[in-house]
């Protein structure tokens, strides 16, 4: 089946810095992906949309500038919190998708990352 | 941004006994999907319904969409200790590529 891999799965960076992180889908093309953030004991509320090649579409309330989002291949998707606050510490999970996909055994989750910012 | 209402937020059960959680919506969805979330890792997909009405089986777990389709219920029969965790379910409106995610449901069993 589908597999995605994120990385990497605990992060703890200080206050001020940058973290990137990976998402991968080893065995199919993944021309959507979707960012996640999860806190504690909450849902997952979907941060953005990321088509490949394409500039991602945020939700509303989520800042493009502080967490930037890049498709570049159709198997790799980044996430980027800059300039990472203590606030911005929460589970990040992502999804992904092929084109044309309506099976939803195949729209698979990452294991997540946890960031911690420090 | 919304979310479905999933009831209860949290279960303790004893090991052997049946369970049942429900999303409901006050709009129309398309697809209606089930996952469940261990601590520290991403949601597994357990059952995804289609069609209103659809009534589906894995194993010990049934879901069905209802016939509304602002609805869906799952039921986990003789549970046992690896059903611990977080179900949520989830629902995808017609023409739409995100997800809508519940509250989820934290299913606590005692052995």
């Known amino acids: 089946g589908a597999v995605v891999s994120q990385h990497p799965s605990r992060v703890i960076c200080k206050s001020g810095t940058s973290v990137k992180i990976e998402c991968r889908s080893l065995?199919?093309?993944?021309?959507?992906m979707f960012w996640y953030r999860q806190f504690p004991k909450q849902s997952l509320m979907l941060m953005a949309t990321?088509?490949?090649?394409?500039?991602?579409?945020?939700e509303q309330g989520v800042e493009k500038d502080k967490f930037l989002i890049n498709h570049a291949s159709l198997t790799l998707s980044t996430l980027t919190v800059t300039s990472a606050h203590p606030e911005d510490s929460s589970f990040y999970i992502c999804s992904a998708k092929t084109a044309g996909q309506t099976d939803f055994y195949g729209y698979t989750f990452g294991s997540g990352t946890r960031l911690t910012v420090v | 941004g919304q979310q479905l209402n999933q009831s209860p937020q949290s279960m303790f059960i004893q090991e052997g006994e049946d369970v049942s959680m429900n999303c409901t919506s006050s709009s129309i969805f398309n697809t209606w999907l089930w996952y469940k979330q261990d601590p520290g890792e991403g949601p597994v997909l357990l059952i995804a319904?289609?069609?209103?009405?659809e009534l589906t089986s894995n194993g010990r777990l049934t879901a069905q969409f209802g016939i509304t389709r602002k609805d869906s219920f799952l039921n986990i029969s003789a549970s046992i200790p690896s059903d611990v965790g977080i179900y949520f379910c989830a629902g995808q409106r017609l023409g739409a590529q995100k997800l809508v995610f519940g509250q989820g449901t934290r299913l606590t069993i005692n052995p």
């Open positions: 990321s088509n490949e090649g394409s500039k991602a579409t945020y």
């Open positions: 319904l289609y069609k209103a009405g």
């Open positions: 065995d199919f093309q993944a021309t959507t």
